[in-house]
């Protein structure tokens, strides 16, 4: 059973880089497909930030391009998120998912990410 | 860059009821389409992809159709466990767009 489950710092300052690992249990990512970043403001919906390929190729949303960084640790099975000059805006529930293409069909359970001062 | 719009935003049915959710697509997107369950405080599930194909797992209730730019989502009898926020996604390869949503509320 594919599991993911995302991990990180829940508070930081404004201006800051947020850093999120996704760890990858019951699939190789080096077996392929794309693993995704999505995130959801509270009570608003979902915004996909990024996948990268287990070769380490990335595709970003335009809105975010400039500030996003993935990337894939095949050794340690699992990928990774850097969010720079960090808002309150981007105060969000932050998930990993196994990116199909065909669709997201696995998800971690989300880690909550607060923005302030 | 292709936008997605769904509607209804909110609705409220009860058990039992035909529940229909359509997905509009600003450009041509095939049947890349897929749909998605949220259950409040849970992570989005994915119920359908490629329009109309029920992942394994999911209940037979649940079912999609369209393609081109228009697309619906159908649950046939709305179950207690169906209260949730319904998203559709596509892909502009290899961006993703999700809708914004629509929230089913059990009367």
């Known amino acids: 059973q594919v599991q993911l489950q995302e991990s990180g710092p829940g508070l930081l300052k404004p201006s800051e880089t947020l850093s999120l690992t996704c760890v990858v249990s019951g699939y190789s990512i080096s077996s392929g497909y794309y693993w995704g970043w999505i995130r959801q403001p509270p009570g608003k919906g979902l915004e996909w930030i990024g996948s990268?390929?287990?070769?380490?190729?990335?595709y970003l949303n335009s809105s975010l391009k400039s500030r996003v960084t993935l990337s894939v640790d095949t050794a340690k099975n699992h990928f990774s998120l850097r969010l720079s000059s960090m808002t309150a805006a981007d105060t969000a529930v932050y998930y990993c998912?196994?990116?199909?293409?065909?669709?997201?069909?696995?998800w971690g359970q989300g880690t909550t990410v607060t923005v302030s001062s | 860059d292709i936008q997605m719009t769904q509607s209804p935003s909110s609705l409220s049915a009860s058990v039992g009821d035909r529940v229909t959710i359509t997905c509009q697509a600003s450009h041509d997107i095939n049947k890349y389409l897929f749909w998605y369950q949220q259950k409040p405080g849970k992570a989005p599930k994915l119920l359908i992809s490629?329009?109309?194909n029920l992942e394994i797992g999911v209940p037979s209730r649940f079912s999609g159709s369209g393609s081109g730019t228009v697309f619906t989502f159908t649950i046939s009898s709305l179950q207690p466990e169906d209260l949730a926020t319904y998203y559709c996604?596509?892909?502009?390869?290899?961006?993703?767009?999700f809708g914004p949503g629509t929230k089913v509320d059990i009367k």
């Open positions: 990268v390929f287990h070769s380490g190729k990335t």
């Open positions: 998912a196994r990116d199909r293409h065909d669709g997201l069909d696995v």
């Open positions: 490629d329009a109309s």
């Open positions: 996604q596509q892909y502009e390869n290899p961006m993703v767009t």
